[in-house]
């Protein structure tokens, strides 16, 4: 059996000095919704998959969210739901 190191790994994010990931998310959201789609479905199945075709091309919704990296996505909605807690 392999010997494996017992500390934790730190990832480190540089912050989003303009919140654009927060506008591009919230575009996206109100795209979806506009188009009937269930906007937090649609969502979850681009960051759990990668795939854009989650995402509708309406307003430009689909290049806007390949901007960013599903890293980025997955910390501004973890950040924004715990500092409402």
């Given amino acids: 059996m392999s ?3 017992e500390g934790t790994m730190q990832f480190k994010f540089q912050m989003n000095e ?3 990931t927060r506008d591009i998310i919230q575009e996206v959201y ?3 919704k506009e188009k009937g789609y269930n906007p937090i479905n649609q969502l979850v199945g681009y960051i ?4 854009p075709t989650y995402i509708t ?3 430009n919704a ?3 969210i390949r901007k960013l990296e599903r890293d980025e996505i ?3 909605l973890l950040r924004n739901y715990l ?3």
């Fill in 18 to 20: 303009d919140n654009k």
């Fill in 57 to 59: 091309s309406y307003n």
């Fill in 83 to 85: 500092d409402e807690k």
């Fill in 30 to 32: 109100k795209s979806l």
């Fill in 74 to 76: 997955l910390e501004e």
């Fill in 3 to 5: 010997e494996r190191s």
């Fill in 62 to 64: 689909r290049a806007l």
């Fill in 48 to 51: 759990l998959s990668g795939d």
